[in-house]
């Protein structure tokens, strides 16, 4: 599904990814359609612009990303701006691609985020990876009262749930993890969603940043 607020960018992107074999199942022009019409046809994949009327890009993820079944967010915006890609990162955005890339790279990157990759403009992905590496330095908030039973308990992973998780956190994609550890891409998908189940966290972006808090990335 492509959202955006521009006729001729919405049309130009929906048909150039229809050319390349996806099936383009919606358009929207403005966040609250946009809303509506992913609830209707539940897309994998979410081409989405930041600035739209009605509703901002940010909130438009938040909603769908936070609802299930929740497609994956791949923002094309014109800004490049190291505060909107990290605003689009936590609102739950797979990847984060400037508009200036060229219908080749759009069209590997909305591949790879359906394989739920993620994606990001040269240079972007340093930025996201430091920002979790700052959040994570900070203190955690202390849990409320009647909390402290379930904190203590941390979720029991097996050890080859951990080693995915250890190179998610590396930063490695689907592929390079599967090439790796000698299996399958899907049985690397399966590792992960069963990891993202026990964690109770809802994307990658949230896996990741579980993972730095934990070290793993240096492991």
């Known amino acids: 599904m492509v959202v955006d607020d521009h006729p001729m960018w919405r049309d130009a992107v929906a048909r150039d990814l229809a050319e390349s074999g996806f099936d383009v199942v919606a358009t929207a022009g403005d966040g609250e359609q946009a809303v509506r019409r992913a609830r209707a046809v539940a897309p994998d994949v979410l081409v989405l612009d930041l600035n739209l009327p009605a509703k901002p890009g940010v909130q438009v993820c938040k909603e769908l990303v936070g609802a ?44 790879r985020t359906a394989a739920g990759d993620p994606v990001f403009t040269p240079g972007l992905a340093g930025l996201v990876l430091g920002e ?8 955690a908030p202390a849990p409320e009262s009647g909390e402290a039973g379930e904190t203590a308990r941390a979720p029991r ?3 080859r749930e951990t080693e995915v998780l250890r190179l998610v956190a590396k930063g490695l994609s689907y592929k ?13 998908q399966n590792h992960v969603q069963n990891t993202l189940g026990k964690l109770q966290l809802h ?13 793993l990335d240096d492991a």
Request: hydrophobic share 40%; glycine share 4%.
């Open 157 to 159: 992973l097996t050890e």
């Open 68 to 111: 299930q079944p929740a497609p994956r967010v791949l923002v094309l915006s014109a800004s490049g701006e190291h505060a909107d890609v990290l605003e689009a990162v936590k609102s739950g955005a797979t990847g984060y691609l400037v508009k200036s890339a060229s219908t080749e790279e759009l069209v590997d990157a909305v591949r």
């Open 132 to 139: 979790y590496r700052r959040l994570a330095a900070e203190p």
């Open 203 to 215: 994307n990658r972006v949230e896996l990741v940043r579980y993972a730095i808090e934990r070290g």
């Open 176 to 188: 390079q993890i599967a090439e790796r550890l000698v299996i399958s891409h899907r049985t690397v």
